[in-house]
């Protein structure tokens, strides 16, 4: 099987290859390829710490592996739970984005070096009915691409079955996610019980379908072309005619998410068309279509200026304060700290100030521009504001310089 990992990579010749490397048996067989083909590479592995004592053995396996071949291997600790918990989000999907974002920014310092992934033949056929189901449009359905500019998948067109036959062969080593076994995630259902049955009920289905997606993937080349053409048009009107919604649906779909709206908001947007005017669906944090008499307007929303903090417990308070750096009475922090906008009726007591002010009176106080007032976030602590970042805190949050310990909150622009 290397020899076709090595037919692939002849064409897409680079001075290094990054693998993700999750420790199961398609990426170890993959990690066993390079290895096979001399070829300079390096190892990815991203702990999410999901699975407890699992997560870390995995991790381990993997270093002492590329410790024993001599792979550089470069593992990352993410906490994949806390993080959802803090921000929502699905869990297979935010785990793919964090481990191709590390990939990207590893490609990133090194010179012609490319990520590399174990996807195989079977991923394919499972990605293409997950796509089908989430509505996902020409692209899903298309299916992954072999070699893009950011990823090469030289396993794409190998079957799982050869790939444990190889692996077999050769007696790699690999871990076994037992998460893979639960079918509450709808690839795993798909793998374990749906596919399955379809295969054996229509033996051809499987080339039938490598048939349809070849097909796809030429009609979706054509289709982006379009929508490109058809996107910039919105985006230069801020406006999309009834006509332009009679279009074809694969074409719409693809010009929506060139606008950054998902697919599964085209129902909604048709739907816009024969309601009555004023009505509206917010698509995105930053857009809003507005039925009007002459069709869809595309609102922009303010976005809001982009701040962050960091917190840390403390012991000792400095001789004098300032508006970016907070020291709050932790005794009155119950509950999480997020940045958010502000409603124009939201008022708060400063510290300091006898009595309530506006959050824009406070804003304009502090010399903030007026065009940057709408979007400056305010500090929340559950339903209750903590204060205004760079401006004020608020009086009921103030650290007690009676105390023992103070939470300081730190904020800066990003």
């Not at 982006?224 to 910039?232: D, F, G, M």
């Not at 024969?274 to 509206?280: I, L, V």
Request: glycine share 4%.
């Amino acid at each position: 099987m290397h020899k076709k990992v090595s037919s692939f990579l002849l064409k897409h010749p680079y001075s290094h290859y990054i693998l993700a490397c999750s420790g199961g048996i398609d990426s170890m067989v993959l990690v066993h390829c390079f290895l096979e083909l001399n070829l300079p590479f390096s190892v990815v592995h991203v702990n999410y710490q999901l699975r407890g004592k699992d997560s870390e053995e995995d991790a381990r396996f993997v270093k002492e592996y590329c410790a024993a071949h001599g792979i550089p291997c470069r593992i990352k600790k993410v906490n994949l739970k806390k993080q959802l918990e803090k921000e929502g989000g699905n869990l297979q999907q935010e785990a793919r984005n964090l481990r191709y974002a590390l990939l990207r920014e590893y490609v990133n310092k090194l010179p012609n070096a490319i990520a590399v992934t174990a996807h195989h033949e079977d991923d394919q056929l499972e990605t293409f009915w997950l796509h089908l189901v989430r509505n996902s449009g020409l692209s899903g359905l298309s299916g992954m691409r072999a070699a893009t500019s950011e990823i090469l998948r030289p396993l794409l067109g190998i079957s799982k079955n050869t790939i444990v036959k190889y692996a077999q062969k050769h007696q790699i080593p690999f871990r076994e996610d037992r998460s893979n076994a639960e079918i509450k995630y709808l690839r795993n259902f798909f793998r374990l019980e749906a596919l399955p049955y379809l295969h054996q009920a229509y033996p051809t289905l499987k080339k039938d379908l490598f048939f349809l997606m070849s097909v796809l993937k030429k009609s979706y080349a054509r289709t982006k072309r379009e929508a490109r053409i058809l996107a910039e048009n919105w985006k230069k009107k801020q406006f999309i005619s009834l006509e332009e919604t009679q279009l074809d649906p694969a074409l719409l779909v693809e010009a929506l998410k060139e606008i950054q709206v998902e697919p599964p908001f085209l129902k909604s947007i048709l739907e816009l068309t024969h309601s009555e005017h004023g009505k509206q669906v917010k698509v995105s944090s930053t857009i809003a279509i507005v039925r009007t008499s002459m069709g869809l307007q595309l609102n922009y929303l303010e976005q809001a200026i982009p701040m962050r903090f960091t917190t840390q417990t403390v012991h000792t308070l400095p001789s004098a304060f300032d508006n970016w750096n907070w020291y709050l009475n932790p005794e009155q922090v119950e509950q999480e700290l997020r940045l958010t906008p502000f409603e124009a009726h939201e008022r708060i007591q400063a510290n300091g100030l006898k009595r309530e002010k506006s959050i824009n009176a406070l804003l304009k106080s502090a010399g903030i521009p007026e065009f940057e007032r709408k979007k400056w976030p305010v500090l929340r602590c559950g339903d209750n504001i903590v204060g205004v970042p760079g401006v004020t805190i608020a009086h009921s949050f103030r650290a007690d310089t009676n105390g023992n310990s103070f939470l300081k909150v730190t904020f800066e622009r990003c």
